[in-house]
């Protein structure tokens, strides 16, 4: 015990004396700076070679840089560009050297799913492995600082940027939120494979109202605190270095002027001490908004609401000098800005040796690590969700005689890297595995792998009908690979018919008619309304974007040598008239219970109220059975404890994983509270035959909740505790009381 006291102390020591010596280090660098200087570091420019958002362009970057006018790039790649943009920063007077940010959201060379499919897997260590293999190949490239995770939670599958994060729950967005921070970050910052992480958009920008992109949010503060929220303070928390704030005004105003949100919650109440940059342009933005009348002004109100770094927006650089000379902006605002940049480029080492990061030799290592593959491969089979498995036709055998393998995405290697995908220079996409070359690599010799396309993911040409019947009709088994385009779901591609495009179910129609068993791959970057395929393909994956071994990993799934474990983290709807549709909502004072009746009730009289697809659901090969749910006790007082066990077995003929979740009611609150909120959740893996006891703690923590003058806290009373398999799939529930 002394031991470890002692050690303790140590680390505290070293902490302290390290964060002493780069904040005196912070100070003399900020005592030899200009206002012109400091007000560089606060500006961040799109490099010209490829960009994210409307580009401003100035043709002397260079002088700028080399003036200290400049304190960091973004979509800058390769260390041969970074390099030479380092190179010219050395030639300014303080050789402050520049930060390289990009967004890095799913991969960098090697593609990882996209983050709402990587969320289905619940797995937090391969999500951090993912994380950490993509910051591991971009601080290669010469990367700094990645714009990720993205930590909004969504509830409106129209909204397209859905597919960039952990979906509608807070606390599996918060887990996730933590296993990407640590996975993006590493150990300690500075270490030459660790990024920077951002977590973004601060704050509610998933809620945009219609699921339009950019648009406004209207939020109470319970439902930014209890649900938007947390993912962000989990962040924090897990240690994250940045943050981004958000386009949308929320309650009327930008968040990138919002005080309450960066000075009162962030800087304030949780006392983060890293930097928040700008989104792209939203600092002047805000002219748009309609909160400021020009530049001058949204320069004024994005500083003193506690934006460090302009994104793009040249308003920081056109206007702080005035502002500050104008007494309208103090010094010491300034001043915390720049101490919080430079705070991070000396944690990274780049006083140090500004070109840290710019090693051609290990570019080139990193990436072409093969191990880096083989883990975008099996993240890439977790993601993957069963959706329906009839008469097992699933697994298929590896010896089937002929499959026939059709649709407009069994061919295309770029579709699979979905929206965020990097293009580096001098790389082309020779090592994605297409959906064709995984199948056709897994079968065996005596098999027979057919083709046709069948017809575009858009548009209504069925000329390629006839011939994909004809193929199917040849077939033992027909795999039918249909969905969206990569790019209809990301930045600014909203949709409000979420349907599957063009004529992919009616040519799904015409294959079920040859009587042929067709298992369909659904490939999307949110949740698809697609009833007649939900209702009528015997066999569905649904398989997102899953990155550069996105055939690898469909073809382990399809043969049996994964076997799905994935879970819904977003509720499916059956149709656009239902959203938002989410798990955790609250009873209402006349719940329905069943379609049937619209009695006065809280109903649709020409729509279910139940989703498609709940949240937490998903299929496997095998079966798990959930017994002995045993409470330690049925009374519990506050700081006390309560061990909850069941034992899951597996008692199917697979090998398999098992996501067993825990939902929580709070049956009478001082304010409403939901049906169900998931509050932990275990992924365990059992050999056929094979049981395991699993624990769970109940504690204050767990019961708490935002009470109406926003004070955190457990209240007495009578809880449910359901466990299940989904959020609908409830195997056992209990209650139990806590006392005061
Ligand atoms: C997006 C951010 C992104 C930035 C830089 C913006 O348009 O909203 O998420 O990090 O561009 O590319």
Redesign the pocket.
């Known amino acids: 015990m002394r031991k470890i006291l002692c050690l303790w102390f140590v680390i505290v020591f070293i902490t302290i004396a390290q964060n002493k010596s780069i904040n005196q280090r912070v100070d003399s660098v900020l005592q030899l700076m200009t206002l012109e200087e400091k007000i560089g570091q606060m500006n961040q420019y799109n490099d010209d070679w490829k960009a ?2 409307p580009v401003t362009v100035d043709n002397d970057k260079a002088s700028q840089v080399r003036n200290g006018q400049l304190g960091s790039l ?2 800058c790649l390769g260390t041969e560009r970074t390099r030479s943009w380092q190179t010219i920063a050395m030639q300014s007077r303080l050789k402050i050297p520049l930060l390289f940010g990009q ?1 890095v959201i799913h991969g960098y060379k090697t593609t990882f799913p996209i983050p709402l499919a990587e969320a289905c897997s619940w797995d937090l260590e391969a999500i951090e492995l993912s994380a950490r293999i993509a910051a591991t190949e971009a601080s290669a490239g010469g990367i700094h600082w990645t ?1 990720a995770p ?1 930590v909004d939670i969504a509830r409106d599958p129209r909204w397209g940027r859905v597919m960039e994060g952990a979906g509608e729950d807070p606390y599996l967005g918060s887990m996730i939120a933590t296993a990407r921070v640590r996975g993006f970050q590493g150990k300690t910052l500075g270490a030459v494979n660790s990024v920077m992480a951002c977590a ?2 601060f704050a509610a920008y998933g809620a945009a109202i219609g699921g339009r992109d950019y648009n406004s949010v209207d939020m109470s503060d319970r439902l930014l605190w209890e649900v938007y929220l947390p993912p962000f303070k989990a962040a924090v928390d897990a240690g994250i270095a940045t943050f ?1 704030n958000s ?1 949308n005004d929320i309650n009327g105003v930008p968040a990138t002027g919002n005080s309450y949100l960066q000075r009162d919650i962030l800087k304030g109440a949780w006392k983060f001490e890293g930097f928040v940059v700008s ?2 342009g939203s600092i002047g933005e805000m002219i748009n908004h309609g909160n400021v009348k020009n530049g001058y002004e949204a320069a004024l109100s994005a500083v003193t609401a506690g934006s460090d770094m302009d ?1 793009e927006s040249r308003n920081y650089k056109n206007h702080l000098t005035q502002l500050v000379t104008a007494k309208k902006v103090p010094m010491t605002l300034i001043d915390d800005a720049v101490r919080r940049i430079l705070r991070k480029k000396f944690e990274l080492g780049l006083f140090d040796d500004p070109f840290k990061y710019c090693n051609a030799e290990r570019e080139q290592q990193e990436l072409n690590n093969p191990d880096h593959a083989n883990s975008a491969r099996e993240i890439a089979a977790k993601s993957i969700v069963l959706l329906k498995n009839d008469n097992h036709l699933l697994p298929l055998s590896k010896k089937t005689k002929t499959i026939a393998f059709i649709g407009p995405l069994v061919m295309p290697l770029k579709q699979n890297k979905g929206f965020w995908d990097i293009e580096l220079p001098g790389v082309d996409s020779n090592f994605i595995v297409s959906q064709w070359e995984g199948v056709k690599n897994k079968i065996g010799a005596g098999s027979t792998l057919l083709y046709a396309k069948g017809c575009e993911i858009e548009g209504n040409n069925k000329e390629g009908f006839p011939e994909a019947v004809k193929t199917a009709a040849k077939a033992d088994v027909v795999i039918l690979s249909i969905g969206e385009r990569r790019d209809m779901s990301g ?1 600014a591609k909203s949709r409000s018919d979420i349907s599957i495009p063009g004529v992919q179910e009616e040519l799904l129609q015409a294959l079920l008619a040859t009587g042929k068993p067709v298992i369909v791959l659904m490939n999307a970057g949110r949740p698809l309304v697609f009833n007649y395929t939900a209702d009528n393909a015997p066999a569905i994956l649904y398989t997102w974007w899953l990155g550069s071994e996105a055939g690898n990993a469909i073809a382990d799934v399809l043969f049996g040598d994964y076997t799905p474990s994935a879970k819904l983290p977003i509720t499916f709807p059956r149709s656009i008239g239902q959203i938002p549709i989410y798990y955790s909502h609250f009873n209402t004072g006349r719940p329905a219970h069943n379609d049937n009746n619209h009695n006065y009730n809280s109903s649709y009289t020409d729509l279910s109220i139940y989703p498609k697809y709940e949240f937490g659901y998903g299929l496997s090969y095998t079966t798990f059975q959930y017994s002995n749910l045993h409470l330690s006790k049925k009374t519990m007082a506050r700081n006390d404890t309560i061990e909850v066990s069941v034992t899951i077995a597996n008692t199917g003929t697979y090998a398999g994983e098992e996501i067993v979740q825990l939902y929580l009611r709070d049956k009478v609150g001082s304010i409403v509270r939901p049906v169900k909120e998931l509050k932990d959740f275990k992924k365990i893996k059992l050999l056929p035959g094979e049981s395991n006891t699993i624990q769970f703690i109940i504690d204050d923590e767990k019961l708490s909740f935002y009470n109406q003058q926003l004070h955190w806290g457990a209240e007495p009373g009578d809880f449910d505790i359901m466990i299940g398999a989904s959020s609908e799939d409830i195997r056992f529930q209990e209650s139990f009381e806590l006392i005061q």
């Open positions: 994210t958002g973004l979509n967004d714009f993205m973004k958009h981004m386009f989104d792209w994104m930045e």
